[in-house]
């Protein structure tokens, strides 16, 4: 074997297990950071409720959405909000026993569906998501829809550009 090999070698074998020892770390600390990230999302929950009450209002506005309409919305809202609540709910402990089944021995194989059952969930609230969609649709005008469509991508493209690396291929 020549220098360059054994070289390659030394630089995978350190890189390798930098990244496992970081995993390790990071996986030792989960249960203390998922309990922080619950706590901020809740208050951050909390803060986004003005803020949510005023893109309604602008909503509103802009769409020109009669008070009727406006009481129609919110009632759609409300019928889907506990089923995305505890769709939420299940994700996150599924998600909290799967860090903690990484650190333990479990098999990939029941790994391989804890993930499953994540991606269940989420599939889940996409489909619970794209209902509600469909009958808030049936609410609004064919402008009103039309103006929704473009203020949705106005937003898309904002939050595109506030992401680092948006649109670029690695």
């Given at each position: 074997?020549?220098?360059?090999?054994?070289?390659?070698?030394?630089?995978?074998?350190?890189?390798?297990?930098?990244?496992?020892?970081?995993?390790?770390?990071?996986?030792?600390?989960?249960?203390?950071?998922?309990?922080?990230?619950?706590?901020?999302?809740?208050?951050?929950?909390?803060?986004?409720?003005?803020?949510?009450?005023?893109?309604?209002?602008?909503?509103?506005?802009?769409?020109?959405?009669?008070?009727?309409?406006?009481?129609?919305?919110?009632?759609?809202?409300?019928?889907?909000?506990?089923?995305?609540?505890?769709?939420?709910?299940?994700?996150?402990?599924?998600?909290?026993?799967?860090?903690?089944?990484?650190?333990?021995?479990?098999?990939?194989?029941?790994?391989?569906?804890?993930?499953?059952?994540?991606?269940?969930?989420?599939?889940?609230?996409?489909?619970?998501?794209?209902?509600?969609?469909?009958?808030?649709?049936?609410?609004?005008?064919?402008?009103?829809?039309?103006?929704l469509a473009e203020l949705?991508?106005?937003?898309?493209?904002?939050?595109?550009?506030?992401?680092?690396?948006?649109?670029?291929?690695?």
């Amino acid at each position: 074997m020549n220098s360059k090999n054994i070289v390659l070698i030394v630089i995978l074998l350190t890189v390798g297990m930098g990244g496992t020892i970081a995993v390790a770390n990071s996986l030792q600390e989960t249960p203390s950071v998922i309990l922080t990230s619950q706590s901020k999302i809740l208050a951050e929950e909390e803060e986004n409720k003005p803020r949510r009450r005023q893109r309604s209002q602008q909503f509103q506005q802009q769409l020109n959405l009669s008070d009727d309409q406006m009481q129609q919305l919110s009632a759609i809202r409300q019928k889907y909000r506990p089923q995305m609540q505890q769709l939420r709910q299940q994700m996150q402990a599924k998600g909290q026993e799967l860090s903690r089944m990484m650190q333990g021995n479990a098999s990939e194989n029941d790994l391989r569906r804890k993930h499953q059952e994540i991606i269940n969930l989420r599939q889940q609230m996409g489909n619970i998501r794209f209902e509600s969609m469909l009958e808030m649709r049936n609410i609004l005008t064919t402008e009103q829809r039309q103006k929704l469509a473009e203020l949705l991508e106005q937003r898309r493209q904002r939050i595109g550009r506030n992401r680092p690396n948006s649109g670029v291929m690695p």
